[in-house]
């Protein structure tokens, strides 16, 4: 490993231009395939790398893995400091009180969330809910729409799995207005749920639920209903303003019938700050200007055409949006008797001669379909296919110690969540853990099955329940665990954080344990660093930062790494 090359700050003598330097024949065969931007230099063991800030974050990675001898270090250094800017100190939000919510709300409020209640009032409701996932969002607009006079009929829009549970708690918070106004005792305010996009009359209802893939097909209908209060929960799904979902939205919040207009998310900004805008665009339409203002004021374009919000505008960006649309809260700030998560990384062994044949058998089809590919969509999608391939392979690898892991959990009798990535390794795991009769999330699953699974869980029927990371991170309440085991990981922090918070919400009484399960020889080891040994909640703008490089980029950099691992193994 220290033979691996060296690196050093050069005027190249060709562009005439100051750029990074490195030698070394296994490093220069790993430059070429992470960073396109390089040429050869003078000898065939040497690249020249563009100085740009793209090109040192692609440097850092691999200097993560395999230590070049660093002959400019000054250099390097302050290269460093210029992308990781001190955070700083964002000043708290203005004090709020606790607001009782109208007769028509039945149920209590925590206090936290009679200040949420006080938000949504002093903001007229026309705002952004984005405290932590678990914390109450949903029963704090219902307590605000039963609070405001004239805030029916509503339209709720909803991923598909949380339809269900929209309907069960508005059943459950709310109490049925007469149209004489009176309250009627025992009873729920009517609502529908729209299961499909032919278009036909609605009927009257004080609740509409939809899901945001039907919602441009039913447009027409929904524009005829009056509809006083909009309610987009994990409003995240807005945050393209090029979508078909949100070009429906954007008509309905502008209807003259509606006064209300809630978004709510844990999570609102996935990838980028500049996600926030469409958003607030729909909840507060002219806050952040046009696009082309906000950009100009508040962002730089990237090399790949995105906005990023600027650093030394993080700040003044998030003083605006909680001065004027944004309640954020975490659980440490409202919930004091809830325990906080401790998260574990655990190496556990692998089957690593399975785990390598694999690596040969996709690496070696990638290269096939990389000289077969005909456009860059081929190529990107080869790509993706490899990557699936590896971590489907690393999934298998260490299926036999994975199921060791959790059987050591349950003979401790404690109820356990289990979150896997594919299918199949969904199903070996129901499989081979069949003794514990195991509930079961997973894409493609009825409502009522899903449901099904959930109510036996929650209600100590099974102490066991395998989840989909995709399927089963949103709308559901799991705090009868305190165990979370992730068998595969993800590569978005924040659906692990989602995943995380259906135990550590609300109800929950302990502390939150949840597991990470790396295979000992496989590459989870770096995702893992992502999602475990750095901290990922939003700064800045919201308070976590999300890496900005797409899938395609991650999967080139784990493949020219196991490409590399292989090319070792057989030089020896």
């Known amino acids: 490993m220290k033979n691996f090359g060296t690196l050093e700050y050069v005027l190249d003598r060709y562009s005439q231009t100051w750029s990074w330097k490195v030698t070394g024949q296994r490093a220069v065969t790993m430059v070429s395939k992470v960073i396109p931007q390089s040429w050869y230099g003078d000898g065939p063991h040497e690249a020249i790398v563009p100085d740009s800030q793209r090109n040192v974050k692609q ?61 949504l009032i002093k903001s007229y409701g026309n705002a952004l809910l984005a405290d932590e996932m678990g914390l109450g969002k949903t029963v704090e607009t219902l307590a605000y729409l039963a609070t405001e006079k004239q805030a029916f009929p509503a339209l709720v829009v909803a991923p598909l799995v949380t339809l269900n549970n929209w309907q069960r708690e508005i059943g459950k918070f709310l109490k049925r207005k007469s149209r004489n106004g009176r309250l009627v005792e025992g009873e729920a305010p009517t ?26 097909k039913r447009l027409p209908d929904l524009l005829k209903l009056n509809i006083k209060a909009l309610v987009c929960d994990e409003v995240q799904n807005l945050r393209s303003n090029t979508t078909q979902k949100y070009a429906a939205v954007k008509k309905l919040a502008a209807l003259e019938s509606i006064k209300y207009r809630i978004g709510l998310s844990g999570t609102p900004i996935y990838n980028r700050g500049s996600e926030i805008w469409p958003i607030v665009d729909i909840l507060r339409p002219g806050l ?48 004091k008797e809830l325990k906080e998560k401790v998260r574990y990384k655990e190496v556990i062994d692998a089957d690593i001669e399975y785990y390598h044949k694999e690596l040969n058998r996709i690496w070696e089809k990638l290269e096939e379909e990389q000289r077969d590919a005909k456009s860059m969509f081929d190529k990107s999608a080869s790509y993706q296919r490899a990557i699936q391939g590896e971590r489907q392979a690393a999934g298998v690898a260490k299926l036999p110690y994975v199921i060791n892991f959790v059987e050591n959990i349950m003979e401790i009798e ?80 924040a659906i692990h954080r989602q995943a995380e918070d259906r135990l550590h919400r609300i109800g929950q009484k302990n502390t939150v344990f949840a597991y990470y399960l790396i295979g ?53």
């Not at 993560?64 to 800017?85: A, C, G, M, N, T």
């Not at 003044?316 to 954020?328: G, I, Q, T, Y």
Request: aromatic share 8%; proline share 2%.
């Open 59 to 119: 440097i850092k990675w691999i200097l993560e893995r395999y230590p070049l001898e660093i002959l400019s270090k000054s250099v390097w250094k302050r290269k460093l400091v210029d992308h990781q800017k001190p955070k700083e100190r964002i000043p708290k939000i203005e004090k709020l009180v606790r607001a009782n919510p109208g007769k028509q709300f039945q149920g209590k409020l925590l206090n936290f969330q009679k200040e949420g209640l006080d938000f």
């Open 191 to 216: 609502s529908f749920i729209i299961r499909h996009g032919k278009n036909q009359d609605l009927g009257i209802f004080d609740f509409y639920i939809i899901n945001y893939e039907l919602l441009h």
């Open 288 to 335: 952040l200007g046009n696009f082309k203002e906000f950009c100009e004021y508040f962002c730089y374009v990237n090399d790949k055409g995105k906005a990023i919000v600027l650093e030394n505008k993080r700040q003044s960006l998030h003083k605006e949006l909680r001065k004027h649309v944004m309640l954020r809260r975490k659980k440490s700030d409202v919930l």
């Open 414 to 493: 404690e109820s356990v969540v289990v979150f896997c990535h594919h299918k199949y390794i969904h199903q070996l795991l129901h499989e081979r853990l069949g003794k514990y009769s195991p509930s079961s999330i997973i894409g493609g699953q009825t409502d009522k099955a899903r449901q099904d699974s959930i109510d036996a869980f929650q209600d100590g029927k099974t102490k066991l329940l395998i989840a989909g990371l995709r399927a089963g991170n949103i709308g559901i309440n799991l705090s009868r665990a305190r165990y979370v085991i992730f068998a595969e990981l993800d590569w978005s922090p």
């Open 520 to 572: 000992n020889g496989t590459l989870d080891d770096h995702v893992a660093n992502v999602l475990v040994d750095k901290s990922y909640e939003i700064d800045a703008i919201m308070d976590a930062k999300i890496e900005e490089d797409d899938n395609k980029e991650k999967a080139k950099l784990i493949l020219a790494q196991i490409h590399d691992k292989l090319s070792a193994k057989a030089a020896h």
